[in-house]
């Protein structure tokens, strides 16, 4: 296949839109969704036909059911789908209400699930698709003040790797895409900010210092990556996206590993067992 027809939610600016006009200008088609699709006019001046601005709440289940039908039949199909909607929720764990708990499982879990479950009946009748979600460093590590944010994301990462393991047999692939360290608007003007308690402004300069000494990556660079990706013959569970990840998760999980086998006596009292499994292994 030459062309191929992309799904994207959250594509009016960042992330989204880098990949929809990488998309568009190596001749793709994309069906494009905002919730304001006024943002994407100037994608549809340029390309016309090629693209369906589509207006989308990713929230409304109702609506992203008719949005992937929509975009089904304006294209004929659909390839790649990408769930890229979604926000950043600051706030230390005793901060966040539980509207603020809610609203971000609501987004960026049942959001993404909707999109999902929306968009396989028509991959499995294709006996092809590619599903890449958006995850997040976060999703694969968790740093203080983030804590609903990694929830989210660690929840999307979860069911989406059971989810590649039931529709490998069908043809379609699941990829979690994770990002560390871009000039988005992740942290700025699509965030959401607990009101905060005094007592955890220690925790909030730690976390502002730490993402000081972090060189934001380009937006832009990712759209060559991402056509990479779903170029693939044989696409990944995960990747990241930017060159701080693999080090910073090899550091974490070298450090778990490490308590693990610290504590693995422990392991061990609770299987009632009393002999050490490396004798019983000699």
């Known amino acids: 296949m030459t062309s191929k027809v992309w799904f994207i939610t959250g594509a009016s600016k960042g992330f989204g839109r880098v990949w929809a006009e990488a998309a568009l200008a190596r001749g793709d088609k994309v069906a494009a969704t905002a919730r304001d699709v006024g943002t994407l006019r100037d994608l549809v001046a340029s390309y016309g036909d090629a693209i369906a601005a589509i207006k989308l709440d990713v929230n409304d289940k109702r609506a992203v059911d008719t949005a992937i039908a929509e ?10 789908v990408i769930n890229n909607a979604g926000y950043g929720q600051f706030g230390a764990i005793e901060e966040i209400t539980e509207q603020d708990a809610r609203a971000q499982i609501e987004t960026n879990v049942f959001g993404a699930l909707w999109v999902t479950q929306a968009a396989l009946p028509i991959m499995r009748n ?3 698709g590619h599903i890449i979600q958006i995850s997040s460093i976060g999703g694969v590590n968790a740093f203080p003040s983030l804590g609903m944010y990694h929830a989210s994301k660690w929840a999307l990462e979860g069911f989406s790797q059971a989810l590649a393991g039931e529709v490998a047999g069908f043809g379609i692939h699941v990829t979690l895409v994770e990002p560390a360290g871009f000039s988005t608007d992740w942290s700025g003007p699509s965030a959401k900010v607990a009101t905060p308690i005094e007592a955890y402004a220690p925790v909030r300069k730690m976390l502002a210092d730490r993402r000081a000494g972090v060189v934001p990556g380009d937006p ?9 990706l779903v170029d693939a013959q044989q696409p990944p569970l995960r990747v990241f996206f930017g060159d701080i990840g693999l080090p910073m998760i090899q550091q974490e ?3 778990r590993l490490a308590v693990w086998e610290k504590w693995d006596h422990v392991a061990d009292l609770a299987q009632g067992a009393k002999k050490n499994r490396k004798a019983q292994a000699a």
């Open 71 to 80: 975009a089904h039949r304006r294209f004929g199909r659909l390839d790649v």
């Open 253 to 255: 999980y070298a450090s």
């Open 220 to 228: 832009q660079a990712t759209g060559a990556a991402m056509l990479a």
């Open 126 to 128: 294709q006996g092809s």
